[in-house]
């Protein structure tokens, strides 16, 4: 892979002008979004296991109940909205609207049925995640290698990242109509 990085390098120049609506420049420009996706996946999952560590109780029972409103509130909107178009809900698209609110509605149903059936394996499933907290808590080099992990994934996927953008400058320009288009080639 790196290899065919460097011959790649080796083989493009980054554009000093902007290229126009290209797959190097959708990527090139998404790299500022996606540095703040990371960025904010990262204290979020701080922000999680510090509560995980205090709360972890009260953390999956908020989510036993968390889930079903949230899908239940997905099967409403599309119905209230299907009635507020200008059919007033006579349309192919209001019908599907109403019938496909149903797959959520369906689902948080099952949800239910399936914590009210499981509500003892659900104990248990608390009572090991308090474990493993309490596991953690006890041994903090166990989330240092959990961070280390997660550096070197976020290291691989920048660098992956930045290699693979490289690949759609192997192209040219076609001035044949109105707009500058930019073809890859073939052999890239």
């Known amino acids: 892979m790196f290899t065919t990085w460097f ?5 493009t120049t980054p554009p000093k002008k902007p290229m126009g609506d290209t797959i190097y420049t959708a990527l090139h420009g998404s790299f500022n ?3 703040t996706y990371t960025l904010v996946s990262i204290f979020l999952s701080l922000f999680w296991l510090a509560a995980l560590r205090a709360y972890v109780r009260y953390l999956a029972y908020s989510i036993i109940v968390a889930v079903p409103t949230i899908l239940y509130s997905f099967s409403m909107y599309p119905v209230i909205s299907s009635y507020q178009g200008p059919g ?6 209001d019908y599907l609207m109403r019938w496909g609110s149903l ?20 104990q248990k499933a608390i009572s090991i995640l308090e474990f493993a907290t309490r596991i953690l808590a006890a041994n903090p080099a166990l989330v240092l290698v959990g961070f280390a992990t997660l550096a ?5 996927t920048w660098t992956w990242l930045s290699m693979f953008t490289r690949v759609f400058l192997g192209g040219h320009t076609v001035n044949r109509s109105a707009p500058i288009k930019f073809v890859i080639d073939a052999s890239t």
Do not use: E, K, N, S
């Open 7 to 11: 011959i790649v390098f080796l083989h």
């Open 33 to 35: 979004l996606l540095a």
């Open 88 to 93: 007033h809900g006579t349309g192919v698209q």
């Open 103 to 122: 797959i959520p509605c369906a689902l948080a149903t099952l949800w239910i049925v399936a914590v009210i059936r499981g509500r003892l394996a659900m």
């Open 152 to 156: 070197v994934l976020i290291g691989f």
